[in-house]
């Protein structure tokens, strides 16, 4: 009786979360083979092509993991677009204006992070605000602060900054022949390694440590976390504390990629962090969500973005109608899930 028990809980997580994170990765899988047949002759099926995805969302990912860390205790940030365009402007103007390091900037830009982080954090953990208004302020703040920073464009000509961010690491193993016969290596930035070995260490420590833990079992249900013994305002605030560094670092990358700063960066951005998350498998709820998910989630979104670009004829707001639909179906599978989990409880 006790093994049919196990055995009937284990099928019911397996058709619950795991499922969502089965769906999410087959989805993947067709939608890039399915670009490796269409667009084979435009290049869509060389190993560079995969590896761009991860090249273009270094950014994106360490900030859609920082997202999913508050997603699963039940919150949300939608300031994290604007936290990269500040870091972004913050970074470039001092550095072609005052004369500041590379070095130096990057401490800058995990300040920013860290900052919004305690702050929000702390309204959102301690003085109980919803955490869409805070975030909202924020996002306001962010896009102001940025404004007054500069409202023109600023490039980055730091020689120690540029060298960082055209530093092609090549995979001398992986690659591509030319219609001549002559071998091409594929190739990944730093920013690539950066991301993943953030990602890495972030699912290490929700999977392993005692504050991961506490995470899931704030966002399952923050009552029964309570009478526990857990410090539910403090695990929320260091949750928010975490993932504004992450948004600092992922605007970091981000400015290696794109080399300035300007008002309108990475409008939008905070949508395709969420979106990611959601696709990846996080719950909206809380209590359920992973690193490894939200990697696919950014995957799809970076899919979806290179079809359409690989097309050439439609229209670059397709992506953000394709993610969209994407993020809706994900919501109602969720949905249903959850009313079969409280249907058989």
């Known amino acids: 009786m006790a093994k049919l028990k196990t055995t009937t809980d284990s099928n019911r997580k397996i058709n619950g979360n795991t499922f969502l994170l089965i769906i999410t990765i087959v989805l993947f899988a067709i939608m890039y083979i399915a670009g490796m047949?269409?667009?084979?002759?435009?290049?869509?099926?060389?190993?560079?092509?995969?590896?761009?995805?991860?090249?273009?969302?270094?950014?994106l990912l360490v900030i859609a993991v920082g997202q999913t860390i508050v997603m699963i205790t039940g919150g949300i940030d939608i300031s994290v677009g604007s936290i990269t365009a500040l870091v972004c402007m913050v970074m470039a103007n001092q550095m072609e204006n005052h004369g500041m390091s590379a070095y130096a900037a990057i401490a800058v830009a995990l300040v920013i992070g860290l900052a919004f982080g305690i702050v929000q954090g702390?309204?959102?953990?301690?003085?109980?605000?919803?955490?869409?208004?805070?975030?909202?302020?924020g996002l306001f703040f962010g896009r102001g602060m940025t404004s007054m920073v500069s409202t023109e464009m600023i490039s980055i000509k730091n020689e120690t900054f540029l060298a960082w961010a055209n530093a092609k690491i090549y995979l001398p193993f992986i690659g591509s022949y030319s219609k001549s016969g002559k071998f091409h290596p594929a190739y990944i930035y730093p920013t690539v390694i950066i991301a993943l070995i953030i990602v890495a260490i972030i699912a290490v420590v929700?999977?392993?440590?005692?504050?991961g833990r506490e995470v899931y079992a704030v966002g399952g249900n923050a009552q029964s976390a309570l009478m526990m013994g857990l410090n539910v305002k403090r695990i929320k605030f260091k949750?928010?504390?975490?993932?504004?560094?992450?948004?600092?670092?992922?605007?970091?990358?981000?400015?290696?990629?794109?080399?300035?700063?300007f008002v309108e960066q990475a409008k939008g951005l905070e949508m395709d962090a969420i979106s990611a998350s959601v696709i990846g498998g996080t719950l909206l709820s809380g209590g359920v969500g992973t690193p490894f998910g939200t990697i696919f989630g950014v995957l799809i979104k970076g899919t979806i973005t290179s079809l359409i670009t690989t097309q050439g004829t439609l229209s670059s707001w397709w992506v953000r109608i394709v993610l969209s639909a994407l993020l809706c179906f994900f919501i109602v599978l969720q949905a249903i899930f959850a009313r079969m989990k409280k249907k058989n409880a």
């Open 206 to 211: 929700m999977k392993y440590t005692k504050f």
């Open 239 to 261: 949750a928010y504390v975490l993932e504004g560094l992450l948004a600092g670092c992922g605007g970091f990358l981000f400015c290696l990629n794109s080399c300035a700063g």
């Open 122 to 137: 702390f309204l959102i953990s301690y003085l109980e605000i919803q955490p869409f208004i805070v975030s909202l302020a």
């Open 37 to 59: 047949v269409i667009f084979a002759d435009k290049g869509f099926a060389k190993p560079q092509m995969f590896l761009n995805l991860f090249i273009s969302n270094a950014g």
